[in-house]
C-alpha cells in the first residue's frame, strides 16, 4: 500500500506559479514504479498532465503544459514535485498525483494504470 500526500495548490493570479509537492509513504519504495500528475476540472475527464520515471528521471508532459510545467522527483525524500509556471485560468483543477503499481520503463498517460492516488489539491487561476 502506497499513500500518497499532495500539497502546495492555492490561488493565484495568471501568469504566476505554484509549486505542488507529493509526498510518498507505505510500502518499502522502490524506483521501479513511475509516478505522475493528473488534473480535473468541474464537469470535465481527468487528465494527464506529466509523470516521471522514478528511476531514469525521463519526463513526459501533456502538450498542454509542456513548456510551462516541471515534473521532479527527490529519490531520498520521496517526493515528487511540479513546478507550474506561466499559470493561465484554463489550467484551474483538482490536481492528484499518482504511483503506478506497474514497474514500467516508460510512465504511461492512462488514469486507470495508476493504482494509488493522493486526495488531490486545489488550484485555482484568476484572470
Known amino acids: 500500500q502506497v499513500q500518497l500526500v499532495e500539497s502546495g495548490g492555492g490561488l493565484v493570479q495568471a501568469g504566476g506559479s505554484l509549486r505542488l509537492s507529493c509526498a510518498a509513504s507505505?510500502?518499502?519504495?522502490?524506483?521501479?514504479?513511475?509516478m505522475g500528475w493528473f488534473r480535473q476540472a468541474p464537469g470535465k475527464e481527468r487528465e494527464f498532465v506529466a509523470a516521471?520515471?522514478?528511476?531514469?528521471?525521463?519526463?513526459y508532459y501533456a502538450d498542454s503544459v509542456k513548456g510551462r510545467f516541471t515534473i521532479s522527483r527527490d529519490n531520498a525524500k520521496k517526493t515528487m514535485y511540479l513546478q507550474m509556471v506561466s499559470l493561465r485560468p484554463e489550467d484551474t483543477a483538482v490536481y492528484y498525483c499518482a504511483s503506478d503499481a506497474t514497474p514500467r520503463t516508460v510512465p504511461t498517460s492512462v488514469a486507470n494504470a495508476y493504482a494509488y492516488w493522493g486526495q488531490g489539491t486545489q488550484v485555482t487561476v484568476s484572470s
Open positions: 507505505g510500502r518499502t519504495f522502490t524506483s521501479r514504479y513511475p
Open positions: 516521471i520515471s522514478w528511476s531514469t528521471g525521463s519526463t
